[in-house]
Structures are given as structure tokens and as C-alpha cells.
Nanobody
Framework: QVQLVESGGGLVQAGGSLGLSCAASGRTFSPYAMGWFRQAPGEEREFVAA????????YYADFVEGRSTISRDSAKNTVLLQMNKLKPEDTAVYYCAATGPINKHGFVSRRAYDYWGQGTQVTVSS
């Protein structure tokens, strides 16, 4: 069984930066990709960014393109999300997710991900 644990959330002022980290554990961890999603109160959980485990190709939602960077360290089984120029509308619970070893539903759909972390709160004050 794979377990994902996020860290790094917190309170930041608008225009500031924050880095989120996700550590994966499991006997055989070899996802096709890992991603970050977020969910604001009363909203659907939405895709933020994803990275292919092999090769490191990155994918971003339009609203974070140019402001965020996702990266992975396959040796440490971790994925990082660096967010810059944060806006109040970025306030949400951020979830780390991992697919299985095969890409079944792309990167944007929640259906693509088999494992989820517990989430970490990011609050951006204006």
C-alpha cells in the first residue's frame, strides 16, 4: 500500500511564495505520475500540476502556469510544488496524489490517481 504525506502548507501574504512537499512510502512505489490538486471550500477538487515519474515532464493548470514549479526526486520518493506570486484565490487544501504504474486517464482527471494524501492547508491573505 502506498501512503502519501504532505507538508509545507501555511499562511502567506499575497505575492509571497510557498513550497509544498509530498513524501511517498510503500514497498514498491513506481507511479506513472504524481500530481497536486486543490480544493477550496464549496468547490470541486481541481488539478494544479503533475510530473511524470520517468523523465520528469511537467503539466500545469492554466491558473498556475508561470507561477509554480513541480519537481520530483525519484530517489527519495518525493514530489515538490513551489508556488510563487500567490493570490488569495489560491487559498485551498492542497492534496498530493499518485497514479499507479500505468497511465489510465491522463494527468488532469482525478480518476487517474489511485493514492491521495491527507491534504495541507494553504491560506493566502490579501
Amino acid at each position: 500500500q502506498v501512503q502519501l504525506v504532505e507538508s509545507g502548507g501555511g499562511l502567506v501574504q499575497a505575492g509571497g511564495s510557498l513550497g509544498l512537499s509530498c513524501a511517498a512510502s510503500g514497498r514498491t512505489f513506481s507511479p506513472y505520475a504524481m500530481g497536486w490538486f486543490r480544493q477550496a471550500p464549496g468547490e470541486e477538487r481541481e488539478f494544479v500540476a503533475a510530473v511524470r515519474w520517468s523523465g520528469g515532464s511537467q503539466y500545469y493548470a492554466d491558473f498556475v502556469e508561470g507561477r509554480s514549479t513541480i519537481s520530483r526526486d525519484s530517489a527519495k520518493n518525493t514530489v515538490l510544488l513551489q508556488m510563487n506570486k500567490l493570490k488569495p484565490e489560491d487559498t485551498a487544501v492542497y492534496y498530493c496524489a499518485a497514479t499507479g504504474p500505468i497511465n489510465k486517464h491522463g494527468f488532469v482527471s482525478r480518476r487517474a490517481y489511485d493514492y491521495w494524501g491527507q491534504g495541507t492547508q494553504v491560506t493566502v491573505s490579501s
